[in-house]
């Protein structure tokens, strides 16, 4: 229930910590990134990383949503919007503390985003396996440039860099394995423009997002 806003730096950022987090219900917005996990993993009797739901994270100069070189996040039921990459699992790869950490089993599913630049980034190179994403919506409002850069599916699936690798939910699906049942369209925000991120009844992102 918390909002945290126009920092320049992180918005709510958990750097080397353990397990049984739980980020939920606030507005991150105007940050440097927004919510930040990293080099961060499970001890034994952790039910999870960390769980970060039900937020609205928007006009992010980075990062919207990041798990850096970390492990068991779930990142479920965010509107994002407008931040210039609105959920990224990367940052490999990283050595600290003399070994490997790992970028594993984290999910992301039923959020809604619509990045400047990139919806959302996966690494997939050494040291990173077991990573899903499903069931998000990928927003175009209506009232927003059609061709800006990120509109509608910008997915990069990536060894390196953020460069964008998929535009075609088919194709991110057949390749890659993402996306089964993903979806595209206008949200049908109540008024984006005034910060009101509520869905209309007839929305097609019923059930996803904040």
């Not at 599913?109 to 990928?138: K, Q």
């Not at 964008?164 to 939910?169: N, Q, S, Y």
Request: glycine share 10%.
């Amino acid at each position: 229930g918390c909002t945290v806003k126009n920092n320049l730096g992180a918005g709510l950022w958990f750097d080397t910590d353990w397990g049984d987090n739980l980020v939920e219900n606030n507005l991150v917005d105007g940050n440097t990134c927004g919510i930040w996990w990293e080099i961060s993993e499970t001890l034994p009797g952790d039910r999870h990383g960390i769980i970060i739901r039900n937020n609205r994270v928007l006009n992010s100069r980075d990062q919207g949503i990041y798990v850096s070189a970390a492990s068991e996040a779930i990142i479920e039921n965010n509107t994002c919007h407008n931040n210039n990459f609105d959920i990224v699992l990367h940052g490999m790869p990283r050595v600290a503390y003399g070994y490997p950490f790992m970028l594993k089993n984290n999910i992301v599913r039923r959020n809604i985003v619509a990045g400047r630049t990139a919806d959302i980034v996966v690494f997939e190179g050494e040291n990173a396996r077991l990573n899903v994403v499903e069931e998000n919506f990928y927003a175009l409002p209506k009232n927003e440039d059609p061709k800006r850069n990120g509109a509608g599916v910008a997915f990069s699936a990536t060894n390196a860099g953020y460069d964008v690798t998929h535009r075609d939910l088919k194709a991110l699906w057949q390749q890659k394995g993402y996306e089964r049942t993903a979806s595209t369209g206008d949200p049908l925000w109540q008024n984006a423009a005034n910060g009101d991120y509520r869905l209309l009844p007839s929305s097609p992102a019923q059930g996803k997002g904040w």
